[in-house]
């Protein structure tokens, strides 16, 4: 049961990572450990101490509780936040900028 459940926080991680868009590598290194613990995370070879889980939920951009809501869907605030998260991660500074200008239109604030 417990491999069970370390098996379920990983695949947690992973999806929220790849819908951010985001790859191990990168988080590995925003987080402080290698892309091997954090792929032996994903699997559920590992449990992740605390530290490095509020690190993970960090660089996603969601909360810890987010890792352990099974009702959160495709399109719940915590995917959303990360797909966000993981697309400003990956543009370049001129495509950022389209971006925040775009994003501040929609919003009325620009």
Given at each position: ?110
């Amino acid at each position: 049961m417990v491999y069970d459940r370390k098996k379920q926080l990983g695949q947690r991680i992973k999806s929220l990572r790849q819908q951010a868009g985001l790859k191990q590598e990168w988080v590995a290194e925003q987080i402080g450990i290698d892309a091997k613990s954090l792929s032996r995370i994903e699997r559920g070879a590992h449990y992740p101490s605390l530290e490095t889980l509020d690190a993970i939920s960090a660089s996603l951009g969601v909360t810890l509780g987010d890792f352990f809501d099974d009702s959160a869907g495709t399109d719940s605030e915590a995917t959303l936040r990360a797909y966000l998260a993981g697309l400003a991660a990956s543009l370049d500074l001129s495509r950022l900028r389209l971006v925040a200008e775009a994003a501040k239109k929609v919003l009325g604030k620009g």
